[in-house]
């Protein structure tokens, strides 16, 4: 039922996956969608000014958020999403939030992805249907 209502949105901005030295003080923080602690250091996402370009080796990512409720606890959203797009060959990174589940994918890739996941969500509803 979540594949089939999850109902792909590509939202506007572009994003930047990025390692921080430190953890953000609050005026460093406004500028971040978020942080994840990882034994190697910090990583930090954010989205980048419209005019800004990407440092060196940095990859420009678009996020397709899921509007469908994801609940915790459901299972098989992000495998099937997953699949969808490795079979197509577009890299994703998933982050699940309370509410949504957001897709970062590579800038490039970003109408192709939401056409695969629209396809994706189409497929689950004619299964489901009667």
Request: negative net charge.
């Amino acid at each position: 039922a979540m594949v089939a209502g999850m109902a792909p949105v590509l939202e506007a901005g572009r994003y930047l996956f990025s390692a921080l030295d430190h953890w953000p003080d609050a005026d460093e923080a406004r500028a971040l969608l978020g942080v994840f602690r990882e034994d190697e250091g910090l990583t930090a996402y954010r989205r980048l000014a419209p005019e800004e370009v990407a440092p060196r080796g940095g990859v420009v990512m678009v996020k397709i958020t899921l509007k469908v409720y994801s609940n915790l606890e459901g299972v098989g959203l992000t495998a099937a999403v997953s699949a969808a797009l490795a079979e197509g060959g577009i890299p994703c990174n998933v982050v699940a939030a309370l509410h949504h589940d957001h897709l970062f994918v590579p800038e490039p890739q970003g109408q192709r992805a939401l056409a695969c996941l629209q396809a994706l969500s189409r497929a689950a509803k004619e299964a489901s249907t009667p």
